[in-house]
């Protein structure tokens, strides 16, 4: 069965820090990877996404993430948060043809000054 | 470009009532998406529409949940009996659906509150 995991519930980090939030997937066939943002009172927006070729992939407001298949992670990276980046962030897979998106349970990320 | 709409933002309805929920999807997008997210979870998958029938409604918890798209376009999410566990925040996506590994793009959803 498939399953997306993060490893984190909540991540407080200061302003200016970078940060990483951990995303883990089990899928026995090709997978597509995806991470999506909340903000607070707001609907979720595409960061970026993992399809096939290069396994560092960039995304908006200066996120990145790496798809490792050997350890079957994608997390999301920043080398330097703003205030701004204060949100939830989601990591999820698709498997094949298979359409339906399978999420993680969020990563609530809050950026202190 | 207009995104994907969702009516109405906020639903509050009495245990037992019949509610429906309305999505507007992006414009020319053939695949359309049902999920609910409850709080403090990440979003469940209830059903796929391709074009105006159901393509996969493997996540629909219930027969309670119907969903139509009758001309491909609009779609409406209907819940029978509503029961408190049905509260949720009920999201909408859709995409191109042209291929395998199309992007999903959601409206800001449906917030359900059943009492």
């Known amino acids: 069965a498939q399953s997306v995991t993060q490893l984190d519930s909540q991540v407080p980090v200061f302003e200016e820090a970078p940060v990483e939030l951990r995303c883990n997937y089990s899928?026995?066939?090709?997978?597509?990877l995806f991470w999506y943002v909340q903000y607070p009172n707001q609907g979720l927006q595409l960061l970026l996404k993992?399809?096939?070729?290069s396994t560092l992939v960039k995304g908006i407001n200066g996120f990145e993430a790496e798809f490792n298949k050997s350890q079957t992670s994608f997390h999301l990276r920043k080398p330097s948060v703003h205030i701004s980046d204060t949100a939830e962030y989601f990591c999820?897979?698709?498997?094949?043809?298979?359409?339906?998106?399978?999420w993680g349970l969020g990563t609530s990320l809050a950026v202190n000054p | 470009g207009a995104g994907v709409s969702q009516t109405p933002s906020n639903k509050v309805t009495e245990k037992g009532k019949y509610v429906e929920l309305r999505c507007d999807p992006i414009?020319?997008?053939?695949?359309l998406y049902w999920y609910r997210q409850s709080l403090g979870q990440g979003p469940e998958f209830l059903i796929y529409f391709q074009g105006t029938g159901a393509a996969d409604d493997s996540g629909l918890p219930n027969d309670r949940f119907f969903a139509v798209r009758p001309e491909g376009s609009v779609s409406t999410l209907k819940i029978q009996r509503t029961e408190r566990g049905d509260s949720a925040v009920y999201l909408c996506a859709s995409s191109p659906g042209t291929a395998g590994a199309d992007t999903q793009y959601f409206g800001p959803g449906t917030r359900l509150t059943v009492l």
């Open positions: 993992y399809l096939s070729g």
């Open positions: 899928s026995s066939v090709s997978v597509y």
């Open positions: 414009s020319g997008h053939t695949a």
């Open positions: 999820a897979a698709r498997a094949g043809n298979n359409r339906k998106l399978i």
